[in-house]
T-cell receptor
Framework: DAGVIQSPRHEVTEMGQEVTLRCKPISGHNSLFWYRQTMMRGLELLIYFNNNVPIDDSGMPEDRFSAKMPNASFSTLKIQPSEPRDSAVYFC??????????FGSGTQLSVL | RKEVEQDPGPFNVPEGATVAFNCTYSNSASQSFFWYRQDCRKEPKLLMSVYSSGNEDGRFTAQLNRASQYISLLIRDSKLSDSATYLCVVSGSSNTGKLIFGQGTTLQVKP
């Protein structure tokens, strides 16, 4: 199994630009999570999906952030426009219901 | 109050020491509890689940105290390779699937 696949691994962009992060969950997993990690705030849950449906997006910081899951094998997290304070590592994770949570390798985002 | 709280440490211990971490959670309806380990610049990985009766996996022991709403992780005979950040994870209310991570406790095991 390839595991959870995230792309890109690193993203450097300028303030105001649109950023799109991508995630392919493990086949057969029905829950997908987006987390953001910074030194100051630790690992924060942004949004999660069950069976492609967003269940809780209360962690999404602002309207600049949006996430979609058009099918069971793909999800995106978009930031538009990006700001320097969005710089962080963004993790995608997936699991079967009540099962073990598997993380992708993360996307290191730097907004200059 | 944060939903899941941990002492960030760092905990600096010599090899062979026993070290314990605690984690408190605010949602009394939480049903599932885990400990994850995260190495520097890597993704978190499951260390062990935490069961109501307590459970052990080699040198690691996890316990749950529902009345006081905390979970603990005990590491015996610490190894250099145990150096990492240990993350406490708590589920939301039953059937929501939501998983909340603590900020993590950093452990540094020294020779």
């Amino acid at each position: 199994d390839a595991g959870v696949i995230q792309s890109p691994r690193h993203e450097v962009t300028e303030m105001g630009q649109e950023v799109t992060l991508r995630c392919k969950p493990i086949s057969g997993h029905n829950s997908l999570f987006w987390y953001r990690q910074t030194m100051m705030r630790g690992l924060e849950l942004l949004i999660y999906f069950n069976n492609n449906v967003p269940i809780d997006d209360s962690g999404m910081p602002e309207d600049r952030f949006s996430a979609k899951m058009p099918n069971a094998s793909f999800s995106t997290l978009k930031i538009q426009p990006s700001e320097p304070r969005d710089s962080a590592v963004y993790f995608c994770a997936s699991r079967q219901t009540e099962g073990k949570l598997f993380f992708g390798s993360g996307t290191q985002l730097s907004v200059l | 109050r944060k939903e899941v709280e941990q002492d960030p440490g760092p905990f600096n211990v010599p090899e062979g020491a026993t070290v314990a971490f605690n984690c408190t959670y605010s949602n009394s309806a939480s049903q599932s509890f885990f400990w994850y380990r995260q190495d520097c610049r890597k993704e978190p990985k499951l260390l062990m689940s935490v069961y109501s009766s307590g459970n052990e996996d080699g040198r690691f022991t996890a316990q749950l105290n529902r009345a006081s709403q905390y979970i603990s992780l005990l590491i015996r005979d610490s190894k250099l390779s145990d150096s990492a950040t240990y993350l406490c994870v708590v589920s939301g209310s039953s059937n929501t699937g939501k998983l909340i991570f603590g900020q993590g406790t950093t452990l540094q095991v020294k020779p």
